[in-house]
């Protein structure tokens, strides 16, 4: 109480914060006239002073008052469009690292410009992250009209571009692009082997639209780049079949817990079935042996129980979609993982693509906590304003509207069930609709679209439905839901970026309209005639109230209800909201009261009848949102806490990475790496404290012979008197360096580093690929620690500790012995073999070769260049090709002689 009577007073502290900008407003304004008066040529220059202002020691906060008036200039001459004070505010937050809310219809793409433009003054690069490549094409275009006025480039970053188009595109001054492509680019940059193919430079700035979105929404599943494993779409089919038999006696879903297993009956009535398909070894589901049976089932079990299609996924051209469940929209390229989709593909039917092998992954914390500075913005962000500040370390200020909001959001409407829930909505948007109030409605799933699509053509109401099968018409029908007596159904309107005015929106008119009319006196006539009707219908829109939004259900996100919300009312509009729930709605099935009142309220009601609106239940219903927000962020959280263990070592590895490909000689490393193998392999055999008889010298020979390719006289060298370790050290390690020192000296030491640098990079990464898949498995079972009264999270990261440290072993020794076992010869008479510099495919992965201990020959090709022969074991296979199945690498040359690798000849699928 004593709280509420302070603010009053005193005004909120985001109050007090926005008011203490206004100095620097006003600081902006008395720039105005002075920058006014300049020609276009002389505003257009200003970046040229600013940039020289910057070198002789300037900082971004002495220009911005200068830098934002500018921008507003050029926006007013280019775009038609002045900033706002309040949009100078939200600028001004940006700039800062902070997060701008601001409504909707407040004009946020263009706030953007005045923070984009200061950062990108300094020449480093500012990255606009958008939430889908509709709005990065067209904000690079709308917005990169501003930035082009004033001297700078633009690059927009969108799927199916090459290399050199993505490398152009961050070079440039400020590059638009979605946070997927911004992250993949990150991790395809880590898996290339030299420094000029990468395409991102250092990270700098970056502003991200719908933050909310992005940094918590998407959050909960990381980013991976995966290869293709072995195809196992047999089981996947065989499995599933026998799923469908099961009914649900046979299992028990926690739909909270979003957990399906099955039950004491259920699993002897699989093992019956499983065994009479052959699948079960034994008797029993969960012996050793039937690991992998258990996972396809778990994974079918989800799929057939759990997955819900036009909910969750939808199948179009044959192929599995996922669908977002916060934005609607389809997520191409996006699979669910541990073999989850191929279940899913099983289900339905279609194609089943093979599972994949994670070869690099990144959470969106740990990417975007890699820029120095991270401004965001979006209409809804103060219901998450704690976990935003504790993972990202930005803050939320909220931006006062540039007019007083008019919308009425009425309480909700309660119904007994969704039929009747339905059949009132059908009724409400036919009386709006007859009246000529646009109505925008909001569903959380496309099988409520389409359900409540019949409903209205059952009520003869003409409308629209938006959801992820028209993905590509959405903008267009978004921009005209405020026209007069408009219906238009969208699943989840998070994130649609698209300006809902009344009355219809007037540049999609034209686009749709008069796109093929040239121009001239009659396009300029029927722009006039669209820009009048426009008005007309505008007016009786007011009349008629505004916008109604309408939603057909509470999301678990109070977010995305509030961003339903803000599609009306934008800019001073008067406008209506109201949702429309029942009991049978998944939120409060799954999360609401189970109370004496809502069993009372389900057996009094009459059929059709609403109950009256109740604040009591409102606030039910928010506490249920609090709770799954409580729960999906305990689920972020705990993605970030097991993913910064991983980036860590994610860093480290990076970083050698690079370190590799920006030295120009890495021999010292693989000297080091030498060392250490030599310091193993006689620690191991000659322990501390021993004496030469209680050496185990004939498995130090075997080793030395299978590391090193060297026979060395151990057993003679430790009778010696006097013998010890370090002496052994000494020996082995000359022999070794003088191996190297020789094979370097017949091809030539430019030509030995080339071999070094793309022997270090290929193990590094074969290894690390390996280390992801471990730490994959790891994560999956480390929570059974807590039944020991360990903490999982701390398990986990002395276990990944362990598992990091011993890949970093294996790495030095697999190095160390193909560059030992690594021979040079005379290239054959056959056409010139693949080049390793420039088809790194060719040259051998890390544990690809056979296991006898010889790692493949090298041969100097005519002009000099290093090229990679056959391995010495399959040259001795034999000539039947049959026999040389599994003990050939798919990616050396064949044995037959062609020149193509095994792959592409006789070891084709």
């Not at 969960?286 to 997955?307: K, P």
Request: hydrophobic share 40%; with cysteine; proline share 4%.
């Amino acid at each position: 109480m004593l709280g509420g009577v302070a603010k009053a007073i005193f005004g909120s502290s985001n109050d007090r914060y926005v008011k203490s900008l206004g100095g620097l407003v006003s600081k902006i304004a008395g720039f105005e006239p002075t920058i006014s008066a300049m020609t276009d040529e002389e505003l257009a220059n200003q970046t040229v002073l600013f940039r020289a202002r910057l070198d002789e020691g300037a900082t971004l906060d002495d220009l911005l008052p200068e830098a934002f008036a500018t921008v507003r200039e050029a926006a007013k001459r280019v775009l038609g469009q002045r900033h706002y004070d309040v949009q100078m505010v939200g600028g001004i937050v940006l700039h800062r690292g902070e997060i701008a809310e601001m409504r909707t219809g407040e004009g946020k793409t263009l706030v953007a410009t005045l923070a984009v433009y200061l950062n990108a003054l300094p020449g480093t690069g500012v990255h606009v992250v958008t939430v889908n490549d509709y709005l990065a094409r067209r904000d690079a275009e709308w917005m990169g009209q501003v930035y082009k006025f004033l001297g700078l480039s633009v690059g927009v970053i969108v799927p199916n571009i090459g290399d050199q188009e993505r490398r152009d595109a961050y070079a440039s001054d400020i590059t638009y692009g979605t946070n997927n492509e911004f992250g993949f680019d990150y991790l395809r940059d880590n898996m290339k082997y030299e420094r000029t193919d990468m395409v991102q430079r250092a990270f700098s700035f970056a502003v991200v639209d719908e933050v909310d979105s992005v940094l918590i929404d998407e959050a909960r599943t990381p980013l991976i780049i995966s290869g293709p494993t072995d195809d196992k779409s047999e089981l996947y089919m065989q499995v599933d079949k026998l799923v469908k038999e099961l009914v649900p006696d046979d299992y028990e879903l926690d739909e909270k817990q979003k957990s399906v297993i099955l039950t004491e009956d259920g699993t002897e009535k699989m093992e019956r079935m499983l065994e009479a398909a052959g699948l079960l070894e034994g008797d029993n589901l969960y012996d050793f042996e039937n690991t992998q049976v258990v996972h396809h089932l778990n994974q079918s079990l989800r799929a057939n129980v759990m997955f819900r299609k036009d909910i969750d996924y939808i199948v179009k051209d044959g192929k599995v979609v996922i669908i977002d469940e916060f934005t609607g929209r389809m997520m191409d390229g996006r699979r669910w993982s541990d073999g989850l989709h191929q279940a899913v593909e099983a289900k339905e039917g279609v194609e089943i693509e093979p599972e994949n092998q994670t070869m690099a992954s990144i959470t969106f914390q740990n990417y975007f906590r890699m820029y120095p500075k991270l401004g965001g913005m979006t209409g809804t962000a103060a219901t998450e304003a704690a976990e935003f500040h504790q993972i990202y370390k930005m803050n939320v200020v909220t931006i006062p509207t540039n007019l007083p909001v008019a919308r009425v959001d009425e309480e909700d409407t309660f119904y007994k069930d969704t039929n009747d829930k339905f059949q009132g909505i059908a009724k409400a948007i036919a009386e709006k609709a007859a009246a000529g109030q646009p109505v925008l409605v909001g569903t959380v799933s496309i099988e409520k679209s389409e359900l409540l699509s019949e409903f209205l053509t059952a009520e003869g109401v003409e409308h629209k439905v938006l959801n992820a099968r028209f993905h590509e018409q959405e903008a267009h029908i978004v921009a005209q839901a405020g026209s007069l007596g408009a219906v238009t159904i969208a699943t989840n309107m998070a994130g649609r970026g698209t300006d809902i005015q009344l009355g219809g929106n007037v540049e999609f008119r034209i686009e749709d309209e008069l796109g093929d009319m040239p121009d001239g006196p009659m396009r300029d006539a029927a722009i006039a005639e669209i820009k009048a009707e426009v008005a007309e219908n505008k007016a009786k829109v007011i009349a008629a109230g505004g916008l109604f939004v309408l939603g057909t259900e509470r999301h678990e996100s109070r977010r995305i209800d509030n961003q339903l919300r803000g599609r009306s009312g934008r800019q001073g509009d008067p406008g209506l909201s109201r949702f429309y729930l029942s009991l049978d709605d998944e939120l409060l099935r799954i999360f609401g009261p189970d109370t004496m009142f809502a069993k009372m309220m389900r057996a009094n009601l009459e059929d059709g009848e609403a109950l009256p609106p109740s604040r009591w239940m409102s606030k039910a219903i928010e506490t249920a949102q609090k709770k799954v927000e409580a729960r999906n962020y305990d689920i972020r959280k705990q993605v970030v806490e097991y993913d910064d263990v991983m980036n860590d070592q994610r860093k480290v590895v990076y970083e050698q990475r690079a370190d590799i490909m920006d030295s120009e000689a890495v021999d010292d490393v693989v000297t080091d790496m030498r060392a250490e193998t030599v310091n193993g392999l006689i620690a191991d055999a000659c322990p501390p404290n021993s004496y030469p008889e209680q050496w185990d010298v004939a498995a130090l020979h075997d080793r030395v012979i299978e590391t090193f390719g060297l026979d060395l006289p151990f057993a003679d060298w430790a009778r010696e008197e006097g013998i010890d370790p370090e002496a052994l050290e000494t020996r082995l390690q000359e022999a070794a360096d003088a191996t190297i020192a020789a094979k370097t000296e017949e091809i030539g030491k430019e030509t030995w580093g080339t071999v070094e640098k793309s022997v270090l990079l290929q193990n590094l990464d074969h290894h690390w690929k390996e280390h992801l898949a471990t730490l994959d498995a790891l994560r999956q079972v480390i929570h059974l620690r807590a039944y020991a009264q360990k903490t999982p999270i701390n398990e986990y990261k002395q276990e990944a500790f362990a598992l990091f440290e011993r890949m970093l072993q294996l790495i030095r020794e697999d190095v160390t012995k193909l560059l030992a076992h690594a021979q040079f010869m005379a290239p054959p008479e056959l056409p010139s073999m693949p080049d390793i510099f420039t088809n790194l495919d060719a040259f051998p992965e890390a544990g690809a070769w056979p296991d006898t201990g010889a790692f493949g020959n090298f041969s100097s090709g005519e002009a000099g260049t290093l090229t990679m022969a056959a391995p010495t074991e399959a040259i001795q296979l034999g000539s039947d090709p049959a026999s040389w199945e599994g003990n050939v690498s798919r990616n050396a040359n064949c044995p037959c002689g062609s020149g193509k690798k095994y792959k592409h000849c006789h070891g084709a699928l």
